[in-house]
Nanobody
Framework: QVQLVESGGGVVQAGGSLRLSCTVS????????AAWFRQAPGKEREFVAA??????????GDSVKGRFTISRATDNDKKIAYLQMNSLSPEDTAVYFC?????????????YGQGTQVTVSS
């Protein structure tokens, strides 16, 4: 199995920055990529960013392009996906979830973390 734990959420003023971390453990070798999603109250889940564990491919949702950066690291047998968020606005307030996809999953993500709250005050 694969486990994901997010950290780094909190409260920040508009224009500020936060960095989220997603630690992926367990059978990480069965996963090919990680992503961040977010969900604000009363809204549907929104794709934020994705990164493959190997290579240079990254992907971003239109609403965060140019402000957010996804990156990766390894820590022994764990994999970490970071989300650097700059120029935050109240519209970025949401619960941010980390997800990982198996190699055989082309479009879907199979594992999710519990989420971390990000609140941007005006």
């Amino acid at each position: 199995q694969v486990q994901l734990v997010e950290s780094g959420g909190g409260v920040v003023q508009a224009g500020g920055s936060l960095r989220l971390s997603c630690t992926v453990s367990g059978r990480t070798e069965t996963t090919s990529r990680a992503a961040w999603f977010r969900q604000a109250p009363g809204k549907e889940r929104e794709f934020v960013a994705a990164i493959y564990w190997s290579g240079d491919s990254t992907y971003y949702g239109d609403s965060v392009k140019g402000r957010f950066t996804i990156s990766r690291a390894t820590d022994n047998d764990k994999k970490i996906a970071y989300l650097q968020m700059n120029s935050l606005s109240p519209e970025d307030t949401a619960v941010y979830f980390c997800a990982a996809a198996r190699w055989d999953s082309l479009y879907d993500y199979n594992y999710y973390g519990q989420g971390t709250q990000v609140t941007v005050s005006s």
